[in-house]
């Protein structure tokens, strides 16, 4: 494997393991959580146009281009990375409001929750409906254990997930007086 897979692997897991307690804050301090997505957005906008737009129409080369005479603008095409994009802002749309609705623990539980069972879906999605007669040796036990074992561990989080202190400007509960009545008899 390429060293620069491992890098772009790093800088992606950096970035999505960081997400969910960033927006979190800044849900936190916009006091809004549709402002924080807002926001979100702008910086898709700067990241997802405006780098590939330098590239392709400013500099007029693509370095991801896998075939330089296939490269088109078809409308059939573009709406497969519009379906992407969409994907992408729902999902992130739906972390938002899940870390809302979890209350003190969401940035704790959200992310483990998704980033455990998106990436079970995406192999499933990806060696059925995205296969594409794609010929490929049958996983092993193992890959199938490692399935199961992320699914185990979004369950182990959302049984043990932590729980809220108690506010300390709560007044605690003051203690019943003693009776000196005997107990009622059945």
């Given at each position: 494997?390429k ?5 772009f692997v ?13 927006v979190h804050?800044a ?5 809004s959580?549709?402002r924080a ?6 910086a898709?906008?700067l ?9 392709i129409?400013?500099?007029g ?5 896998k ?8 409308p059939?095409?573009?709406m497969?990375?519009?379906a ?7 999902g992130?749309?739906c ?5 809302r609705?979890?209350g ?5 539980i959200?992310a483990?929750?998704v980033?455990?069972?998106?990436p079970?879906i ?5 060696m059925?409906i995205f296969a594409?007669?794609k010929?490929m040796?049958?996983?092993g ?14 369950a182990?989080v ?9 506010s ?10 003693a009776?000196?009545e005997?107990?009622?008899q059945?």
């Open positions: 494997m060293w620069t897979v491992l890098l790093a800088i992606a897991a950096l970035s999505w393991g960081i997400y969910v307690p960033v804050e849900t936190t301090k916009l006091g959580n549709l997505f807002l926001m979100v957005g702008v898709y906008f990241v997802a146009v405006l780098v590939p737009s330098v590239f129409f400013l500099l080369q693509d370095p991801t281009a075939d330089p005479s296939k490269l088109n603008w078809m059939v095409n573009m497969w990375g519009i992407a994009g969409t994907a992408g802002a729902i992130a749309l972390v938002i409001f899940a870390v609705d979890a003190p623990v969401g940035p704790l959200v483990p929750l980033f455990a069972g998106a079970i995406n192999t499933i999605a990806s059925t594409h007669g010929k040796a049958a996983p036990g193992l890959f199938y254990l490692g399935l199961i074992l992320a699914a185990s561990g979004m182990m959302w049984v043990n997930k932590p729980k809220p202190v108690a300390a400007s709560a007044p605690a509960a003051a203690p019943a007086p009776s000196s005997p107990p009622a059945a």
